[in-house]
């Protein structure tokens, strides 16, 4: 007997994942998504790995969730599938691993592994939140992209001994793990609509950082972390928290959930829930050069919330990023658009 999904949460027909990227994370991939070939470039990159050898891992290491193992799970994903509306529901599987954690694995037919350590976290509606968090991967086509990022990163590591090589390598992973924790902000307001419940949201977040012993932890001085952390002495501890990023493809515990927090609250979740949301039919005609101009705000706007002193420098500097980013993509745009007409005559 097929599963039915849960109809009392709000479902999302035909919603695009661009309405709940961060915008920095949705800039990237509307940009990238447009360039010519860059399509091509990813499919030579994937095949660095095998998909079908990581199944093939899985699905004799771990437990495949369905309707007789794991029910409940199996719910969580068709539940998210549903309100997400995507074309199919992915596998998952739940492998042996005390350490808590979750992901979305492959570009063809992409599916989704989660931890013991994990399942046994969480209670049933904050396995909702990290259910719903791959999904809104999967949707996003976070999976394909990060594909690029792990190739680069094991070339980087190859060509080390190459110095120039190595440094012009290092600046793209770089910039690419930036772009990875932003995605991993969009996934985290993917979880949200999933769930529709932001203190389960929370707790979930809470548990990543501190364990289980939720009952030992509070939410406000949890939130008071978050801001001692924002808040720096002085511009070095900024710098401190700028290096202690790299080589991370995850925010810390507590800018997760002060950044999921900061959205909960405003208007855009409540206009998502009362169905004003971009499309995937709409996809086609988004803006690069928009896109790339709400990536530059969404950045000066952080960088005005917040109370380090680096970031309020960067934001001085950073003063006319939003209309000149907004100029490049806008020359690439033409430049790949006039490319393709050409090819078309």
Same mark, same amino acid.
């Given at each position: 007997? !097929?599963?039915?999904?849960? =109809?009392?949460?709000?479902?999302? @027909?035909?919603?695009?994942? $661009?309405?709940?990227?961060?915008? /920095?994370?949705?800039?990237?991939?509307?940009?990238? $998504?447009?360039?010519?070939?860059?399509?091509?470039?990813?499919? &030579?990159?994937?095949?660095?790995?095998?998909? $079908?050898?990581?199944?093939?891992?899985?699905?004799?290491? !771990?437990?495949?969730?369905?309707?007789?193992?794991?029910?409940?799970?199996?719910?969580?994903?068709?539940?998210?599938?549903?309100?997400?509306?995507?074309?199919?529901?992915?596998?998952?599987?739940?492998?042996?691993? @005390?350490?808590? =954690?979750? +992901?979305?694995?492959? &570009?063809? &037919? @992409?599916?989704?592994?989660? #931890?013991?350590?994990?399942?046994?976290?969480?209670?049933?509606?904050?396995?909702?939140?990290?259910?719903?968090?791959?999904?809104?991967?999967?949707?996003?086509?976070?999976?394909?992209?990060? *594909?690029?990022?792990?190739?680069?990163?094991?070339?980087?590591?190859?060509?080390?001994?190459?110095?120039?090589?190595?440094v012009g390598l290092r600046a793209i992973v770089l910039a690419l793990e930036?772009?990875?924790? &932003? #995605?991993?902000?969009?996934?985290?307001?993917?979880?949200?609509? *999933?769930?529709?419940?932001p203190d389960a949201a929370k707790r979930a977040l809470m548990k990543l950082?501190?364990?289980?012993?939720? !009952?030992? +932890? %509070?939410?406000?001085?949890?939130?008071?972390?978050? =801001?001692?952390?924002?808040?720096?002495?002085?511009?070095?501890?900024?710098?401190?928290?700028?290096?202690?990023?790299?080589?991370? *493809?995850?925010?810390? !515990?507590?800018?997760?959930?002060?950044?999921? %927090?900061?959205?909960?609250?405003?208007?855009?979740?409540?206009?998502?829930?009362?169905?004003?949301?971009?499309?995937?039919? %709409?996809?086609?005609?988004?803006?690069?050069?928009?896109?790339?101009?709400?990536?530059?705000?969404?950045?000066?706007?952080?960088? /005005?919330?917040?109370?380090? @002193?680096?970031?309020?420098?960067?934001? %001085?500097?950073?003063?006319?990023?939003?209309?000149?980013?907004?100029?490049?993509?806008?020359?690439?745009?033409? =430049?790949?658009?006039?490319?393709?007409?050409?090819?078309?005559?």
């Amino acid at each position: 007997m !097929a599963t039915t999904p849960d =109809r009392t949460r709000t479902r999302f @027909p035909d919603i695009s994942s $661009r309405a709940y990227e961060h915008p /920095a994370d949705r800039g990237a991939l509307v940009a990238l $998504r447009s360039l010519r070939g860059f399509d091509t470039v990813l499919r &030579k990159m994937a095949g660095l790995f095998s998909e $079908r050898a990581l199944r093939l891992h899985f699905l004799s290491g !771990a437990v495949r969730v369905g309707e007789t193992q794991f029910a409940a799970v199996h719910q969580d994903v068709v539940d998210a599938v549903h309100i997400l509306d995507l074309p199919d529901v992915p596998d998952l599987y739940v492998v042996l691993d @005390p350490v808590p =954690r979750a +992901m979305a694995i492959g &570009k063809d &037919k @992409p599916f989704i592994v989660v #931890s013991t350590g994990l399942f046994d976290l969480l209670d049933a509606e904050e396995r909702r939140f990290v259910v719903g968090h791959e999904v809104g991967h999967i949707l996003s086509g976070h999976a394909v992209y990060r *594909t690029l990022l792990l190739a680069l990163t094991n070339l980087a590591l190859r060509v080390a001994w190459l110095p120039l090589g190595y440094v012009g390598l290092r600046a793209i992973v770089l910039a690419l793990e930036e772009w990875h924790r &932003k #995605s991993e902000l969009s996934a985290d307001r993917a979880g949200l609509l *999933t769930l529709q419940d932001p203190d389960a949201a929370k707790r979930a977040l809470m548990k990543l950082a501190g364990g289980s012993r939720l !009952a030992e +932890m %509070d939410i406000e001085a949890f939130h008071q972390q978050a =801001r001692e952390y924002d808040a720096a002495e002085d511009a070095r501890d900024g710098l401190l928290k700028l290096l202690s990023l790299m080589g991370r *493809t995850h925010p810390h !515990a507590v800018v997760r959930l002060a950044e999921l %927090d900061h959205w909960a609250g405003s208007g855009e979740y409540s206009r998502i829930l009362a169905g004003d949301y971009a499309r995937r039919s %709409d996809d086609a005609d988004a803006s690069i050069s928009q896109e790339a101009r709400n990536a530059a705000k969404s950045y000066q706007e952080a960088w /005005a919330r917040s109370a380090d @002193p680096l970031m309020k420098i960067l934001r %001085d500097v950073a003063g006319g990023a939003q209309d000149a980013s907004g100029k490049i993509f806008d020359n690439i745009f033409n =430049r790949n658009r006039e490319e393709r007409d050409r090819g078309e005559e």
